[in-house]
């Protein structure tokens, strides 16, 4: 059985550009989740479009062991197509990070800093390497993985969605067979930044199910964001059992 639970707050910014979904069909279960960048509301437009554009392509799937490159690239095709129509190139960008459960197996891809943690009850197994410039320091052995979080350059990211891809930009990971315990979560910037993943997992191991799971990582991202410049932040959270 799959349960979910989806989590947004603007934090404290005027408008929320982060935007999340699931959407079901005869295929499996979809989830996106996209951080949108560009301000003066454009990256609000750009993380709905593309959630809306894999929401409804999945709906339709009928083969989704290939539908995650489809996704990817009619998805970035809307949104050049929109900025094209709204004379806003460059200026409507996102994150996307994407999560398929389907025929026992599970699979991902991404784009950009939102994650995908991937765990059991009781530990993070793996999660997505942001395209940023921190973590690409982190990987050189220039920063450590704590630094990341509080990096001046956090923000600086090296792929997104909304630019003109010569090659694409997107990772998709194989399918792996699921075991039926796993723990899933997506999550923007805003979210992961203000919870360290020890609270993550100590937060998890004393939750009933994904609704009070969620809201024990809120409080903590609330309560590391107080009086801060708090992002928008927001999470999708999935249960296996």
């Known amino acids: ?3 979910y639970k989806i989590f947004t707050d603007k934090g404290g910014r005027d408008v929320n550009e982060d935007n999340a979904g699931v959407a079901v069909s005869d295929a499996g279960v979809c989830f996106v989740l996209c951080d949108g960048l560009g301000g ?23 083969d989704p062991d290939n539908f995650l490159p489809y996704a990817f ?18 200026e409507m960008k996102t994150t996307a990070v994407v999560l398929l459960i389907y025929n ?7 784009i950009g800093d939102s994650r995908l943690y991937i765990m059991n009850e009781k530990k993070i197994l793996k999660r997505t390497m ?12 220039e920063i450590k993985e704590k630094q990341i979080r509080h990096h001046p350059d956090r923000n600086r990211l090296l792929r997104v969605m909304g630019i003109e891809w010569e090659t694409n930009k997107y990772e998709i990971s194989q399918a792996e067979q699921l075991k039926g315990n796993e723990r899933f979560l997506l999550c923007s910037d ?3 930044e203000l919870i360290v993943e020890k609270e993550m997992i100590k937060t998890l191991k004393r939750s ?3 609704d009070s799971w969620v809201g024990a990582m809120a409080q903590t991202v609330m309560a590391n964001g107080k009086d801060k410049d708090m992002d928008n932040f927001t999470a ?5 059992s």
């Open 208 to 210: 009933a199910d994904v």
């Open 190 to 192: 805003g979210f992961w």
């Open 130 to 141: 942001d395209h940023s410039v921190p973590q690409m320091l982190c990987m050189a052995g």
């Open 104 to 110: 026992d197996r599970y699979r991902y891809g991404y």
């Open 40 to 62: 003066h509301g454009k990256g609000e437009v750009a993380s709905y479009i593309v959630v809306e554009s894999i929401k409804s392509d999945f709906a339709v799937c009928t």
């Open 1 to 3: 059985m799959i349960t």
């Open 236 to 240: 999708v959270a999935v249960m296996l």
């Open 73 to 90: 690239e009619n998805a970035q095709k809307r949104l050049m197509d929109e900025q094209k129509k709204q004379g806003t190139v460059m």
